[in-house]
């Protein structure tokens, strides 16, 4: 078991650039949530998928945001001219599913976001 | 409305002291799950305990119980035996029937030795 893991953990961009982040989620896995975390905040939820299903997308979320999980594997997180405001650390995580204990969010370590 | 109100930003604690940390949460789903999540400073989610909304026993693991008061819509979360590395963020949250999680604001504990 090698946990979730994010690629990369730190990225610096220009305001207006793209950015794509990856997220491998534990194997056996088949949900995959991505959340948002600002200081001092808690996690914000973005989206979630089931199997390769992008099930629920945040109303918060701009239409700069889109996510995939093709094959219903590994996940990525796009934004598209990025802005200030979307400077954060981005957080992936994946469960079983199952409900009960099992339901528990298993977090990978983040991707933190700086947009100058 | 928030879904996970955590009123104490900040909380301190003496070593081997027992200390609650207070949630409280807003749904009126009769299936949902609550969880406790610890964040130190290194940044990584650790999940800590969970109570589900059917559950009639507080939940524990360890030194960590869950106070779960349904008609108060609470789940508070009692550490007991503090240690220093105990100090940390902590979060609440709830999973509702659409398998959303939402999180709280957190608070801050910190373990004096």
């Known amino acids: 078991d090698t946990g979730v893991s994010q690629d990369p953990r730190h990225k610096i961009t220009k305001r207006g650039q793209n950015v794509t982040f990856r997220c491998d989620p534990i194997s056996e896995h088949n949900r995959l949530y991505w959340y948002r975390q600002t200081l001092g905040q808690g996690p914000e939820f973005l989206t979630y998928f089931q199997n390769e299903a992008q099930l629920e997308k945040s109303r918060l979320l701009s239409d700069r945001f889109s996510a995939e999980r093709p094959k219903g594997s590994f996940s990525t997180l796009e934004i598209q001219r990025t802005e200030q405001g979307d400077s954060a650390m981005y957080l992936c995580?994946?469960?079983?599913?199952?409900?009960?204990?099992?339901?528990?969010?298993?977090f990978g370590s983040g991707t933190q976001l700086s947009v100058l | 409305a928030q879904k996970i109100t955590q009123t104490q930003p900040g909380m301190f604690v003496q070593e081997k002291e027992a200390v609650t940390l207070d949630c409280t949460y807003d749904t009126s789903d009769q299936s949902y799950g609550l969880f406790w999540y610890k964040q130190p400073s290194s940044g990584e989610m650790i999940f800590l305990i969970y109570q589900g909304s059917y559950d009639e026993q507080n939940a524990t693991e360890g030194r960590y119980s869950l106070n779960f008061q349904k008609a108060r819509k609470s789940a508070n979360l009692v550490i007991s035996a503090s240690q220093l590395g105990d100090s940390a963020m902590y979060f609440c949250?709830?999973?509702?029937?659409?398998?959303?999680?939402?999180f709280g604001t957190g608070t801050s504990l910190t373990v004096i030795p």
């Open positions: 995580a994946s469960s079983l599913g199952f409900r009960g204990t099992n339901e528990k969010l298993f």
């Open positions: 949250a709830m999973r509702e029937v659409g398998n959303q999680f939402y």
